[in-house]
């Protein structure tokens, strides 16, 4: 049975309302159900309320957000009153918003519901930033910092690369995390739990974004759950790269949590990423690994005519949009092609300072925000193949949408834009002698 | 009840919902996704190279290794709670905030960290029981004394 | 004498033209001032070139933007053209912009100016973040990247709380690093120089915002230059907290890299963090301490009526920004006093979506972008007094504008603004027994 | 030229923007800010609580400990230079990237990392001559023979 503080007793008995209440019973039923020994406090909380389902709906109908909440966030039937947020707790990507409307098959009323929702949330103090990466438009948690986040993708990034501490959170665990400031501490909050499990020894030197995607993707699919700890004269990653390389891995596995000795804070050594234990026998990616993941992420592609093509899955990095609009500069699309680029609206903001959006635009692509196609399950009308440089889209949304995938590189994607067909073809690996 | 006739096994676990039915199970080898991984509205699994793509899991005892892929897991089956599709029991193998949280909040009997794998000692078809109060998991087989 | 690559040689004798040749030029004579024995690869530099200045006036009509970039970025007196940037450059804070025409006393001319300046280098593939916060809106080094940074107060960020590695750099450095993507490796860019050379022993948690700003300027007083090692039972500190105190401890000393055992990633315990070395005897920080140093930043106020508030400094984070609406719902500000909150533009687009902004400019206050006070040397017409919650401010403005100056909690600032009096005094402190 | 008559001391250093110049020094036992210490269209400083407030350093011999405050140190320097108010040559203690650079940019002989502190060892007014080129600072004190 999980131990509880004076003050976490009180919350379950009702002090701080019954909402509070109802939040401490489901964390006591999850800490339970986990083996947790106690609760942390938690001041960073991000889930996801907004997003339109059916199940939303019908509760939404039946008893407005309120009920919405009750039910979703705290696994609740009582009617209650839905408190303000007791932490900074945000807001991740949900479905499509505005500029969806009349561009693809997503329907008006699922964004005029998800606005309303918005409104509702925002006025209980939730902070909106309807991205997948929180870290990139400043909600940046501290080294060593409780949180509890859902989005796998943002999970692995905040474990690995800042050195925050989260497990997987689901809807219910955040929503009562943030109006009681407690998580089970259990898993990726424990020191002992975060150490490496699995070594990976690269053979080859990762020459930049599609290389991370291709190696996350295999690491995922090595380790599923574990925490693999990768060595190698790997190169210097960049926010992108790793953002990519964890979405990857957390897609291809479910990896939470990894070390790169020296690239990633946990772990300054190999000996560090894996504690007191020595390290296993190590698993070799090389020439002939990468080569593999490559043709299984192209293994869905059959036609060559790209109708779609998108960029930014998790949401893409400024960097990232400055690539391809650099690459769109005096360029148009093919007449049948879609090109999006996915991005917070906060970083949509500097884009279009910066110039980006209206080259992007005036090549005939679209800066959207919010969401993703695989998220709200929609990409162009007709859409039969589309491409992406992102591992993890070109991993999901064929599944979601019955389509064709093609992956590459940035500049593989964009000009396939460009011209309608996909010419992508597997660099040669850069192979550490 | 441990004892009754057609009796094949006893699986030792810890419950983590509390609950007791008896059903029929279905058996995934495999990880199960929420997000991409199953339609909440009619309770199947929709992953295309998943061993039970297109198989209905409402109304049985779901046996599988544990929950992979996005965060979405306890929101999906959560949906399939609220749309009336779920499944009678969970069952799994490995422990996880995704697979513990989605087992809450699909307020479905669940036992979970067996000594023996239930994935491999209980087939699809097989009559079980799950008694989450007591972490117990009684395997019946397909019929009664029926030889696996 | 610096060691260069071949690489490096060639863009020094001008293989990649005139103006990467001149920044390797002055890289090299910095390399050598420092006694640097090698540069090191850079993929992020942040810089200021665009923030108007009577010398940059005077070159830009001599020979426009590209002979102020020559001059001021390259050390440079020869006709260069202006290369894009060869990596990843962002713009940091510079003059206030449009949003501040007519409400204050700042040039018109000045804002035509930066426009113009803007547009020139985003020409070349600048990053406009217009921000002392580049890793609050996206620009996020990794653990163990060299960077090359401008902002004492991003420096010591990206180095304490990111583990990234950069100097304190300066205008010409960040524009040769621009176009060559290299940066002397010395100091802070080797681990050897990151060990903590001070023990600072706190016998005070730190109960928020103000604590951890109060203690900073504590630290940087007492270390100047040095590299400070924070103990004791401090709490969580989260973004907010962190960049407040480097900021603090950058203005009153000039902290470039510290560590707090456990909540810094080079720093896993207080062995980590001072290397080989035994810690020093520790410096002591308590009541006594605290109070002198909030009397200290308190002593330059005399009146009593507040003119004007500023909050965000840096700028502000979306928490801050929450903190403040939250405190302003259903008041109003007092006829003579103004309030402004300064933060990055993309993080106003947020600021925008939940509302806050309305809720501050429903009450009177302003949000704000692009720079501060102190960066532009410009407050609202005729303000003799002035209350912050940021101990960088506080130090700054005064001395820059001849004003004078209170500092307190964000709600004693907010408290003022709607009063138009200062009513601040310090909360006993939580003395750890 | 260092048996000179008058000598008073030869400092020792690192020569880091070469140069020889002779003048009068202008010592700061203070460290000296860039952005909020100086005003460089009149090469002064301006920092409130400076020893030197007001004091203006144009065309002296800045001897400093060294710089701090802003990063913006090296081009209000600069600037000075650009507006004709920079100083005659720097000599300072502590070498440190915004110095170093702030000394390259403002193109003035600059002398560091000396055996004997030069802050210690020069006074305001004294006659110096900064030999860059060789590392070496020679001191002749306010006038030939005045003992100090
Ligand atoms: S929400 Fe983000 S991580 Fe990818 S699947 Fe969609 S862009
Ligand atoms: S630029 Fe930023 S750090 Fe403070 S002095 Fe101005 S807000």
Redesign the interface.
Known sequence: MVALTDEEKAMRDGRDGDAVAAAMDLLIRYADALGAAHLCETRNVAGTNTQPSPAKTKLFEEGGWSKAFAVISLDCDDDIEVPRMKVPTCQLQHGFGDDALGIMPYSERNIELQADAESFYSSKGVNVLATCTPYQVGNLPTYGEHIAWMESSAVVYANSVLGARTNCEGGASTGSASITGRIPCWGNHLVENRYGSHLIESGLRMTGFQDWGLFGYFVGDAVQEARPVMVGDLGQPDLADLKHFGAAAASSGGVEMYHIPGRTPDAPTLEAAFGRAAPPGPLHYGEAERRAIYDSLNSIGNSEDVDFVLIGCPHASLEQIGRVARALEDRTLSAGTELWVMTPRALRAVSDRNGWTATIERAGGRVLTDSCPAMSRAAPTGTKVFATDSAKQAHYLPAILGIEAWFGTTEECVDAAVTGRWRGSLAPAAVVR | MTGAAGTRLVLRG?G??PGRVAGRALVSHE?ISG??GIE??SGTI???RHELYGICFTGKVLVFP??????????FF??TR??GTAPLAMVFT?????A??????T?VP?VTEFEDDPVAKIATGDRVEVDADNGLVIVYGPRPGHPR
């Open positions: 810890r983590i919902v990880t997000w991409g909440p509205a929709i992953e295309r544990g929950a992979k892929g996005s965060s979405g897991w306890s929101g959560q949906s609220l749309m490995n422990l996880t905030t995704k513990a949280l989605g087992a809450i909040v307020r669940t």
